[in-house]
């Protein structure tokens, strides 16, 4: 197995900066591509982007400009900076891991606990 522990949410004023990070432990060497993905209540979980093993990114077309999936091997550390955050990024924030990369929540195996953001 695979835990995840997400951090670094908290509340910002609206133009700031958030780096969160994800660490990973457990069976890390099964680990294909690790995402981040957000939810807002009520609605679906949405991915934000995701890293291969190769470190080849992917992400949402909307958040590509201000978003950046990056990770330390090293410390089994995902991060996702977040710059210029608006009050419509408030979302619970999760990190995932899983075989592949892919933007269907359900392929992905783990998943943090999860860290708030809240922009105003």
């Known amino acids: 197995d695979v835990q995840l522990v997400e951090s670094g949410g908290e509340s910002v004023q609206a133009g700031g900066s958030l780096r969160l990070s994800c660490v990973a432990s457990g069976a890390t060497q099964d680990i294909g591509c690790m995402g981040w993905f957000r939810q807002v209540p009520g609605l679906e979980r949405e991915g934000i982007g995701s890293?291969?093993?190769?470190?080849?990114?992917t992400y949402a077309d909307s958040l590509k400009a201000r978003f950046t999936i990056s990770q330390d091997n090293a410390k089994n550390t995902l991060y996702l900076q977040m710059n210029s955050l608006k009050p419509e990024d408030t979302a619970m924030y999760y990190c995932?891991?899983?075989?592949?990369?892919?933007?269907?929540?359900?392929?992905?195996?783990?998943w943090g606990q999860g860290t708030q953001v809240t922009v105003s």
């Open positions: 890293i291969d093993s190769d470190g080849i990114t």
């Open positions: 995932a891991a899983g075989t592949r990369c892919t933007w269907e929540p359900r392929w992905y195996n783990y």
